[in-house]
């Protein structure tokens, strides 16, 4: 028998980076990153190709809605 254990939600300094989504003009992929605050780096986390990854980085990292911002 194996079970399953629940992931413990990941974490970021939110005083010093904020969630966002990359996307491409041209091709309309989208990328879910971190921004750096203090100098504009972004870290990416993940590639969004379907609404289930978008909600799974959401749950994961324990993210609202309203707090992601869309860079082009």
Same mark, same amino acid.
């Given at each position: 028998?194996?079970?399953q /254990?629940?992931? $413990?939600a990941?974490?970021?300094d /939110?005083?010093?980076? /904020? $969630? !966002?989504?990359?996307?491409?003009?041209?091709?309309?992929?989208? =990328? %879910?990153?971190?921004?750096? +605050?203090?100098?504009? /780096? *972004?870290?990416?986390?993940?590639? +969004?190709? =379907? $609404?289930?990854?978008?909600? %799974?980085? *959401?749950?994961?990292?324990?993210?609202?809605?309203?707090?992601?911002? !869309?860079?082009?």
């Amino acid at each position: 028998m194996f079970f399953q /254990r629940k992931k $413990p939600a990941r974490t970021f300094d /939110r005083a010093k980076k /904020r $969630p !966002v989504i990359r996307s491409s003009i041209c091709t309309g992929e989208q =990328t %879910a990153c971190f921004q750096d +605050l203090e100098t504009g /780096r *972004l870290e990416e986390v993940m590639l +969004l190709r =379907t $609404p289930d990854d978008r909600s %799974a980085f *959401l749950s994961e990292y324990g993210i609202r809605e309203e707090e992601l911002t !869309v860079l082009y």
